[in-house]
């Protein structure tokens, strides 16, 4: 028996626990640590409103089967397009939802089915940034032209992936040329003669307080504290990192790499592990220090992911033709935002000619 429900954000546990949340993330067909209760719960407390965000649910014989957090927006990038989708947030590089492996078409019919029937003032269904090669886009496309309901990608995106069957050593060299690989090493030797130069990697819980202070003093000291945009410029966004590495470490989930010149950060990388993915969250370096590139440096210790049994690949979570990490990870994560049909007749009517020309005549059924 199929039970999909939609309930306020912070009344969620009258539907499921917490302890059945993060069994799902375990279970997903594709893993998404935004979605993971650790991540998502603080960020919903932090940067929802709550009477716009509710979490939709799945339960199949009363086992959570699907979670994802669910928006009313009443425009649609400046226009004036009332729709719903799914609630994300500045910090949110991922937007699909958790869905038990086995469970992808069951989830978005019964989606759909409740979209249709609780549509309101919305003209469609946005999805934001899910994998364009993964198990959920397959499903979604299997249910909506099963139904003879249009949708399409509306928009896509490339982003740098960390995926390959070769070792650090091996996977450098194929990425790089010798002469820059050469200049890499010179710069870890000059950096090297300025103190002690030191690499650190954990995976427990000691000292993350220290680690998240020394991180946000670090991001912030940077150009993005120059405009106004690192973590500690907001308290909302601050504490939510907080929380969030905090829960992530409690769940196993977080990796902090950092280098060290006499005992001070110059260089830190966290890293959300999600078997069998990786995503490498947020990075900071020390600009005084950027003629010896800190932060590419610490890049080449993080291909280690490389050597984990249980890590597959490594999502950058950075911005396309993104200057530094395109340098070292050649493989690619497509990423796209979707548009689906919701709604009566007359609401479908209205909305193919939307469709058609933003999916640029990709659409289908449109």
Not at 250 to 279: C, Q, S, V, Y
Request: proline letters at 4%.
């Amino acid at each position: 028996m199929c039970v999909f429900a939609a309930s306020s954000w912070n009344a969620f546990q009258d539907h499921f626990s917490l302890a059945e949340w993060d069994d799902l993330a375990r279970v997903a067909a594709e893993p998404n640590p935004f979605c993971e209760s650790w991540n998502l719960a603080p960020a919903l407390e932090r940067f929802a409103r709550e009477r716009n965000v509710a979490l939709v649910s799945l339960q199949v014989s009363g086992e959570l089967c699907g979670l994802m957090p669910l928006a009313r927006a009443a425009r649609y990038f400046g226009y004036p397009l009332p729709n719903m989708g799914n609630w994300s947030h500045d910090n949110m590089f991922v937007g699909s939802p958790l869905v038990r492996s086995g469970y992808e078409e069951a989830f978005w019919r019964e989606l759909f089915s409740w979209a249709d029937a609780h549509a309101g003032g919305a003209m469609f269904l946005h999805l934001g940034w899910i994998a364009e090669d993964g198990p959920l886009l397959r499903a979604l496309s299997q249910v909506a032209d099963r139904q003879n309901r249009a949708w399409g990608v509306v928009q896509r995106e490339e982003r740098a992936l960390l995926h390959s069957g070769l070792g650090p050593q091996e996977y450098l060299e194929a990425a790089m040329s010798g002469k820059k690989r050469k200049e890499l090493r010179r710069q870890h030797k000059r950096l090297a003669e300025e103190g002690e130069l030191r690499f650190e990697r954990r995976g427990d819980q000691a000292d993350v307080d220290r680690w998240i202070e020394e991180f946000l003093a670090l991001e912030q000291a940077g150009w993005k504290g120059r405009n106004r945009t690192a973590l500690a410029d907001d308290s909302r966004t601050c504490n939510w990192f907080a929380q969030t590495l905090h829960g992530a470490s409690a769940h196993g989930r977080l990796e902090r790499l950092t280098l060290t010149l006499d005992g001070k950060p110059i260089a830190m990388l966290a890293n959300f592990i999600t078997p069998p993915g990786a995503f490498s969250f947020k990075t900071a370096f020390d600009e005084r220090f950027a003629r010896f590139s800190p932060g590419v440096l610490l890049q080449l210790e993080n291909l280690d992911l490389l050597e984990r049994e249980d890590v597959a690949w490594c999502d950058s979570c950075a911005a396309a033709d993104h200057p530094m990490i395109e340098r070292i990870w050649r493989e690619k994560r497509a990423m796209v935002r979707v548009n689906v049909a919701i709604g009566g007749p007359l609401r479908r009517a209205l909305f193919r000619p939307i469709l058609r020309a933003e999916s640029r005549g990709k659409a289908r059924g449109a």
